[in-house]
């Protein structure tokens, strides 16, 4: 009869309670937090050394300006600020400067967000460091009102009446024709009769041609 023999047991293998479980994510969540409010911090001190920079520079150019001009900044800031965080990225800037009637070329937009620029804050959902590359950069509206205030106080008079020119002379035929008169009346709300507009025309049409031209324009406005 065979004897029995007795195999020597297997050392038991030091399974982990949690093997096959997922990482807990609130380390993670820890961390992408605390690089948000790190990054937060970091944005409002660079906006406020902005501020300073500025003032340091001299006196403010928006309080040169006209109420006017002043709205007419904050509105075009506005319109491209969609989440209202008072910044506008690379395009958003480049549009903005277009409606205030400045073409300005890449590599001019790209200096100006160097200079003026502040890193996007990182997303929860994706808490690497914001990137610094300039089409990547942030203009806080203190920036944008000290670049377009500058460059407004330094525009040639005859460049911001020829602007206006360009306004009323629908289809660039050079000259402001009662037609014209018409329509910008009546897009402002304007209650002008026929006789008064027509009155309009004659008074400052030097040429005796029925219209306005560019250098009457321009005379009416100097005067």
Same mark, same amino acid.
């Given at each position: 009869? &065979? ?20 990482? *807990? ?18 944005? $409002? ?19 040169? +300006? ?6 007419? =900044? ?7 600020? +969609? ?12 549009? /903005? ?22 890193? &996007? ?27 377009? /205030?500058?460059?407004?106080?330094? $525009? *040639? ?39 008064? +507009?027509? &009155?309009? =025309?004659?008074?400052?049409? +030097? ?17």
């Amino acid at each position: 009869m &065979a004897s029995s023999s007795t195999h020597p047991s297997f050392p038991q293998r030091p399974y982990n309670a949690n093997l096959g479980k997922l990482p *807990d994510r609130t380390a993670f969540n820890t961390t992408s937090t605390a690089q948000q409010r790190e990054a937060q911090r970091l944005e $409002r001190e660079r906006e406020r050394l902005e501020k300073e920079r500025l003032e340091r520079e001299g006196q403010d150019p928006m309080n040169q +300006l006209s109420e006017e001009q002043r709205e007419e =900044i904050n509105e075009a800031f506005g319109l491209f600020d +969609l989440d209202k965080d008072k910044k506008i990225d690379y395009h958003e800037f480049k549009v /903005a400067l277009k409606a205030l009637g400045f073409d300005l070329p890449k590599s001019e937009l790209v200096a100006l967000l160097q200079t003026h620029g502040i890193p &996007a804050a990182p997303s929860p959902h994706d808490p690497s460091p914001a990137s610094t590359h300039p089409t990547r950069l942030l203009l806080p509206l203190a920036a944008f009102q000290h670049l377009t /205030a500058t460059r407004i106080l330094a $525009r *040639d008079p005859r460049e911001e009446i020829l602007r206006a020119f360009d306004l009323f002379d629908e289809g660039g035929k050079g000259k402001i024709d009662l037609q014209d008169l018409r329509r910008v009346a009546r897009e402002l709300g304007e209650g002008l009769g026929e006789e008064e +507009l027509a &009155a309009m =025309i004659d008074e400052f049409d +030097l040429d005796g041609d029925g219209a306005i031209d560019r250098e009457e324009f321009v005379g009416i406005c100097l005067q």
